[in-house]
T-cell receptor, first 111, second 112 residues
């Protein structure tokens, strides 16, 4: 069964304190791995798609990496505005477009 | 200029009632989805339509019925609402089935 597990469930950082969020997955065949950011009361906002092991993508203070079993979202020198829930999802090979989500990591960055 | 818009944003209703949630996207995308987010923020797919054709129908009670009058609209009708239906329902769209989604802002349904 395709599955996504994120850790930690919650993370508190001081402003400027870099860290990483983990997304472990099992999928029959990976078509893509997606990262989203969700603010309270809003819908998830697309950040990155990674397609193959070794691929990396960056956006401002965020960098996503992918291996055959997991993905990391590295946050460098975070700011309070980076506080949000970060969701990881996988899409299996096939043609349905279905995303299987993890439970998310809630990040709080204190000034 | 909202890309994916859902109405209503909040819905409070009694058990046994029937309600609908509407979704519209102005991105020209071909595929639309309904996801349910439970109290632990876990998102799970319910339905997907590609150009008005149903392509995903997960294990969802048949009290839930999606309808897509055209590729820009996907509505969700729920009959005989139950307490366990309380959740946030998100509509999303993508250009193609393998692309990242654009989500709406969600509809918080509370059944009392």
């Amino acid at each position: 069964e395709d599955q996504v597990t994120q850790s930690p469930e919650a993370l508190r950082l001081q402003e400027g304190e870099s860290s990483s969020l983990n997304c472990s997955y099992t999928v029959s065949g990976l078509r893509g791995l997606f990262w989203y950011r969700q603010d309270p009361g809003k819908g998830p906002e697309f950040l990155f798609t990674l397609y193959s092991a070794g691929e990396e993508k960056e956006k401002e203070r965020l960098k996503a990496t992918l291996t055959k079993k997991e993905s990391f979202l590295h946050i460098t020198a975070p700011k309070p505005e980076d506080s949000a829930t970060y969701l990881c999802a996988v899409q299996a090979t096939g043609n349905t477009g279905k995303l299987i989500f993890g439970q998310g990591t809630t990040l709080q960055v204190k000034p | 200029d909202t890309a994916v818009s859902q109405t209503p944003k909040y819905l409070v209703t009694q058990m046994g009632n029937d309600k609908s949630i509407k979704c519209e996207q102005n991105l020209g995308h071909d595929t639309m989805y309904w996801y349910k987010q439970d109290s632990k923020k876990f998102l799970k797919i319910m339905f997907s339509y590609n150009n008005k054709e149903l392509i995903i129908n997960e294990t969802v009670p048949n009290r839930f019925s999606p309808k897509s009058p055209d590729k820009a609209h996907l509505n969700l009708h729920i009959n005989s609402l139950e307490l366990g239906d309380s959740a946030v329902y998100f509509c999303a769209s993508s250009q193609r089935r393998g692309d990242g989604y654009t989500f709406g802002s969600g509809t918080r349904l509370t059944v009392v």
